[in-house]
């Protein structure tokens, strides 16, 4: 990855964009800084204390969702609009023909849909966050008119944020939006650095604490890479073509099925789905007494601190993961697009039968990947025990964020290595 950059910076244009996309991230992370008056920043930290769906956002968010800040919603409700546009291009006909069969302009139409919902999510979740947080004991100190300019400019903000990332991904190097939310993740990181620095200061984790936190970092990140790039090779075979008076060979190929087809995805799915009850419930209070009839139903629905909300919590992201696979990879479309290519898989006929054995062989890659998920999602909940650091110190080292942070740099890398070799390309050409 050194090397990669390294040798980026040799070509002018290639620094240019890479300096362009430093010069965006220092733009984002100095709106992280601008607070929305009105708040109760202490009494908002004691409700990220018990976890909950905030605390997911503010993944998305850098910490802001924390402080309170104009980026609180991240790019968080773009992601939202995607997925509930992917969703209903499978349910409308007339979206699914747009996506297939309309090209550029199509898939612009389509990118066009995603913005107009993006603006209605945005406002739906900054109108939900006010009014929870405003129900929750001495938070927002608002006025009515507090509410509605605190709402817009939320809004607002997470508009800019989307083009921003669209701005990056036209004049920068790979996609503008994952690369925003990379910034997110790795914002926090020096946080999450100085609270285990702080620890270990006050003798409360020793360095055999630190280290195994470090190796276990490292180890989960190579586990990550290796499963992003693991895929299962089906072999396919094209037939012989005759053209005019030319005779072609066929083709030897593979058809590649990734381990991991749905991403981070199923992980976001599952914890908005385990986080929400709890959520909710935190509004009405609790406090530090365990005993409080609030505390007791928020047991339940915590993973690592209930072993059963861990179990569904599992269980939901695996199924998360088939269902998602199901949304982005379809055996029906390719064994139809085999067989008008000449396409077959030795030993298995076209059309049916072809469609059977992909989604034979997806399913079963599948779960191997799901388990995977399973595995990383609780690795934020289950640390604490192997490292002997405290849960919650160092958040970067399972669940969303290290998918995020590794797939998105992989992602990255690879478009850089791509332009490097056009470029070198263009040169022996020349």
């Given at each position: 990855m050194l090397q990669t950059l390294a040798a980026a910076f040799r070509y002018p244009d290639l620094r240019k964009r890479i300096l362009f996309v430093f010069a965006m991230f220092a733009l984002y992370i100095a709106g992280l800084h601008?607070?929305?008056?009105?708040?109760?920043?202490a009494a908002l930290e004691r409700l990220f204390a018990h976890g909950g769906l905030f605390s997911l956002i503010d993944i998305f968010s850098g910490g802001a969702m924390r402080k309170f800040t104009i980026f609180a919603m991240g790019i968080y409700p773009y992601i939202t609009a995607s997925i509930i546009m992917q969703l209903l291009t499978m349910a409308i006909p007339s979206l699914e023909e747009l996506a297939k069969e309309g090209g550029e302009e199509g898939r612009k139409k389509i990118?066009?849909?995603?913005?107009?919902?993006?603006?209605?999510?945005?406002?739906?979740?900054?109108?939900?966050?006010?009014?929870g947080l405003g129900r929750a004991k001495d938070i927002l100190h608002f006025t009515t008119f507090d509410y509605f300019r605190t709402v817009i400019v939320l809004t607002a903000a997470t508009c800019f944020l989307l083009w921003l990332g669209e701005l990056i991904t036209e004049k920068g190097i790979g996609n503008g939006v994952s690369l925003i939310i990379l910034c997110n993740i790795l914002?926090?990181?020096?946080?999450?650095?100085?609270?285990?620095?702080?620890?270990?200061?006050?003798?409360?984790?020793?360095?055999?604490?630190?280290?195994?936190?470090i190796g276990l970092f490292l180890g989960v990140i190579a586990a990550v890479v290796a499963m992003q790039n693991a895929q299962r090779k089906i072999p396919v075979q094209y037939a012989r073509k005759v053209v005019g008076i030319r005779a072609y060979a066929?083709?030897?190929?593979?058809?590649?099925?990734?381990?991991?087809n749905a991403g981070?995805?199923?992980?976001?799915?599952?914890?908005?789905?385990?986080?929400?009850?709890?959520?909710?419930?935190?509004?009405?209070?609790?406090?530090?007494?365990?005993?409080?009839?609030?505390?007791k139903i928020l047991y339940y629905f915590h993973p690592g601190v209930n072993?059963?909300?861990?179990?569904?919590?599992?269980?939901?992201?695996?199924?998360?993961?088939?269902?998602?696979?199901?949304?982005?990879?379809?055996?029906?479309?390719?064994?139809d697009n085999l067989k008008k290519a000449g396409g077959f898989i030795p030993g298995v006929r076209p059309g049916q039968p072809t469609k059977e054995y992909i989604d034979r062989v997806l399913t079963r890659v599948t779960f191997v990947g799901a388990l995977f998920l399973a595995a990383v999602a609780l690795l934020q909940y289950y640390y604490a025990p192997i490292t002997g650091v405290p849960q919650q110190t160092f958040t970067i080292v399972?669940?969303?964020?290290?998918?995020?942070?590794?797939g998105v740099v992989v992602e990255t890398i690879q478009q850089?290595?791509?332009?490097?070799?056009?470029?070198r390309y263009e040169g022996f050409i020349k």
């Open positions: 601008i607070p929305i008056p009105g708040v109760n920043r990118g066009q849909y995603t913005r107009y919902l993006t603006v209605f999510v945005s406002l739906m979740q900054a109108t939900g966050m006010c009014v914002v926090r990181l020096p946080y999450d650095v100085s609270k285990t620095v702080e620890l270990l200061k006050a003798g409360a984790i020793s360095i055999i604490n630190v280290l195994l936190l066929g083709a030897q190929t593979f058809l590649p099925i990734r381990l991991n981070v995805i199923p992980i976001i799915f599952a914890a908005a789905i385990i986080y929400f009850p709890s959520t909710i419930l935190s509004f009405f209070g609790g406090g530090t007494n365990p005993n409080s009839w609030v505390n072993v059963v909300a861990s179990i569904i919590y599992a269980i939901l992201v695996m199924a998360f993961t088939y269902f998602y696979t199901a949304v982005v990879f379809n055996p029906t479309d390719i064994a399972g669940g969303t964020s290290i998918l995020i942070l590794v850089l290595e791509a332009q490097i070799a056009m470029r």
